[in-house]
């Protein structure tokens, strides 16, 4: 794990990719992913070229499939809702749940999953391959003050932090005999109470302290920063930014005009 917690350190083509590039590959995942978010068989492409932007990435497969762990009981509700407003819409295919599932319900189901899960994905390729480092520059080369990369990063730090801090309070709390975890919500949520008012008073004092440092060191003095190792952009990175245009915007392209992949193998 990274200083933010979701950095791995690499040598992967993705690592050496301009994070700028990385960030355009959001953009064009999120904008394939809004244009197929009623066709889950054409959406279904966008997420299998994340899995192998993570697989050339080298990052955990453990990552991908705690996502995927996470988002079956959303996947699975995803379905229902959206099949509940397609029951008299296509051809139908099975009943769950009382659910009447039609396929026309069933692709939209599986669009609408995709449009979240695939930028999450998406998200998750680019905090795991840019160094935290390199994060407030790629908001400063956008034209963002670089206080906003900044604010990203620490917050992306506490957050980290307040995790750790987390795990040591509640062992303490244990430690001293206090029940912090109970089956009845309602109880759980009393028990939370010391465990989060420690918790509270930590980060607001990492806060002040952090705020003291960065007075003391003059930060926010100029308008500009300057960076000891400034990303620069090389031929390889224009290579990968056209290929990730040519592949998001074929998709884009395709489903605008009418295709669908489940229709093309079902001959519909």
Same mark, same amino acid.
């Given at each position: 794990m990274g200083e933010v917690g979701l950095y791995v350190e690499g040598k992967s083509i993705i690592h050496s990719l301009d994070p700028r590039v990385k960030l355009l590959w959001f953009v064009f995942v999120l904008a394939a992913s809004i244009v197929c978010q009623f066709d889950g068989s054409v959406s279904l492409f966008i997420f299998l070229s994340l899995v192998v932007g993570m697989a050339l990435a080298g990052l955990p497969l453990k990552r991908l499939l705690l996502i995927i762990g996470y988002s079956v009981v959303f996947f699975i509700v995803t379905i229902l809702v959206w099949a509940s407003y397609y029951q008299d819409v296509g051809r139908y295919l099975f009943t769950f749940a009382g659910v009447r599932v039609t396929d026309t319900g069933l692709l939209v189901g599986t669009g609408k999953f995709f449009l979240i899960i695939n930028p999450i994905v998406s998200m998750l390729i680019f905090f795991s391959t840019v160094k935290p480092y390199d994060?407030?520059?790629?908001?400063?080369?956008?034209?963002?003050?670089? /206080?906003?990369?900044?604010?990203?990063?620490?917050?992306?730090?506490?957050?980290?932090?307040?995790?750790?801090?987390?795990?040591?309070?509640?062992?303490?709390? /244990?430690?001293?005999?206090?029940?912090?975890?109970?089956?009845?919500?309602?109880?759980?949520?009393?028990?939370?109470?010391?465990?989060?008012?420690?918790?509270?008073?930590?980060?607001?004092?990492?806060?002040?302290?952090?705020?003291?440092?960065?007075?003391?060191?003059?930060?926010?003095?100029?308008?500009?920063?300057?960076?000891?190792?400034?990303?620069?952009?090389?031929?390889?990175?224009?290579?990968?930014?056209?290929?990730?245009?040519?592949?998001?915007?074929?998709?884009?392209?395709? /489903?605008?005009?009418?295709?669908?992949?489940?229709?093309?193998?079902?001959?519909?």
């Open positions: 994060l407030v520059q790629v908001f400063s080369r956008i034209g963002l003050p670089y /206080k906003a990369g900044f604010m990203l990063l620490l917050s992306l730090r506490m957050l980290s932090l307040a995790v750790s801090e987390l795990r040591n309070i509640m062992d303490v709390q /244990k430690a001293r005999g206090i029940e912090v975890d109970s089956r009845n919500p309602f109880k759980r949520v009393a028990n939370l109470i010391p465990v989060f008012v420690p918790l509270v008073i930590r980060i607001m004092g990492l806060a002040w302290e952090l705020s003291i440092t960065l007075m003391v060191r003059g930060f926010g003095y100029s308008r500009e920063r300057s960076y000891a190792f400034p990303l620069r952009w090389s031929s390889r990175d224009t290579l990968a930014l056209i290929l990730i245009a040519i592949f998001y915007t074929g998709i884009i392209a395709v /489903k605008l005009a009418g295709f669908s992949t489940y229709y093309m193998i079902a001959g519909v």
